[in-house]
């Protein structure tokens, strides 16, 4: 098992940047791919974006790409999530999870085992 705790969310003006932080405690870290997601005032949440156990493979939903950027420090247990030129449609409480698995390339969208609590990211415009 692993537990997750998200940091870094805040209020930002429109073209501004934020850095997302997951810091995760218990199981090996590196056996999990990690994935970044969203959920906004009466909408579903959303995936974001995906990154392999050791950091070779990363995954994008198009809204985000070229905007957002996972990376992760596995001798920290954590993941990032850097995201810039945020707009105010990006405002909402953003999770990260992880995916065990045995595969070092592989990531996925959906299927996580475990979530954090999240952390609310407001835009203004």
């Known amino acids: 098992q692993v537990q997750l705790v998200e940091s870094g969310g805040g209020l930002v003006q429109a073209g501004g940047s934020l850095r997302l932080s997951c810091a995760a405690s218990g199981r090996t870290f590196s056996s999990y791919a990690m994935g970044w997601f969203r959920q906004a005032p009466g909408k579903e949440r959303e995936f974001l974006a995906a990154?392999?156990?050791?950091?070779?493979?990363?995954d994008y939903v198009d809204s985000v790409k070229g905007r957002f950027t996972i990376s992760r420090d596995n001798a920290k247990n954590t993941v990032f999530l850097q995201m810039n030129s945020l707009k105010p449609e990006d405002t909402a409480v953003y999770y990260c999870?992880?995916?065990?698995?045995?595969?070092?390339?592989?990531?996925?969208?959906?299927?996580?085992?475990?979530w954090g609590q999240g952390t609310q990211v407001t835009v203004s415009s």
């Open positions: 999870a992880a995916d065990y698995t045995d595969s070092y390339y592989y990531t996925r969208r959906f299927g996580y085992d475990y």
């Open positions: 990154i392999s156990r050791y950091g070779g493979r990363a």
